[in-house]
């Protein structure tokens, strides 16, 4: 079975640009989740789509936008490109939601990641 | 707002034990995950703990206190392999679900 993709592989803009990336789940996955990764830290979040919903938002500015859609497939867009936007962005699917309270008879869902785009923004 | 607190570096030898501690502060907590990821790599999930206790996974194990907001990944045996940066992650619903990770642990596995 193939893994998450993710396209491109690595993208050069420059300030004040539009950039989309793509995302494939894995087959069967409904969840897709994305991060953005500077180096020598840790993946930061910054959305999940489950069901082609918003489920969660991290803590970045309306520049950021995301879809989903009905094969499960997602898009990431990124308005008006800053130097600070550069970085890896990666994406991961999973089958349902994140994370759930055991107690609460839920669940958690392991997170597949892709490899990721390297976006430079000059 | 949400933090974590981890070694930045962990250096240890083959065949040996390491314990990398994850300190967290965060509201709405459900559950604390750790990941690998080897350079130019994407991360890979290790475990989970959403209650306090040993998880383990054969070399691996992750404990969690959440009474201290305290987790660690253990990793026994250690193979050259093994060398990577490990990230805890804590998944918090505080109006809205995120995921934060911590800044990694880069672990160095010397023969």
């Known amino acids: 079975d193939a893994g998450v993709t993710q396209s491109p592989t690595h993208l050069i803009k420059t300030r004040g640009q539009h950039v989309t990336l793509r995302c494939s789940p894995i087959s069967g996955h409904k969840s897709v989740s994305w991060y953005q990764q500077v180096l020598g830290q840790g993946p930061q979040f910054i959305f999940q789509y489950y069901e082609k919903e918003e489920r969660g938002r991290g803590n970045f500015p309306d520049r950021f936008s995301a879809r989903q859609f009905p094969n499960y497939s997602s898009e990431l867009n990124v308005n008006a490109l800053l130097l600070g936007d550069s970085a890896l962005y990666l994406c991961a699917s999973s089958l349902g939601r994140l994370h759930g309270h055991r107690l609460a008879g839920a669940f958690y869902n392991e997170q597949f990641f892709g490899p990721g785009t390297r976006l430079t923004v000059l | 707002g949400q933090s974590l607190e981890q070694p930045s570096e962990v250096t240890a030898v083959e065949g040996a034990i390491v314990q990398i501690n994850c300190t967290y502060q965060t509201s709405g907590f459900y559950g604390l995950s750790w990941y690998q990821q080897h350079d130019g790599g994407a991360p890979t999930f290790l475990s989970y703990n959403a209650l306090d206790g040993l998880e383990e996974t054969g070399r691996f194990s992750s404990f969690l206190s959440r009474s201290d907001s305290y987790g660690y990944l253990l990793l026994q045996e250690l193979q050259m392999k093994d060398s990577a940066s490990y990230f805890c992650?804590?998944?918090?619903?505080?109006?809205?679900?995120?995921?934060?990770f911590g800044s990694g642990t880069r672990l160095q596995v010397q023969p």
């Open positions: 992650a804590v998944f918090a619903v505080t109006g809205r679900r995120a995921l934060t």
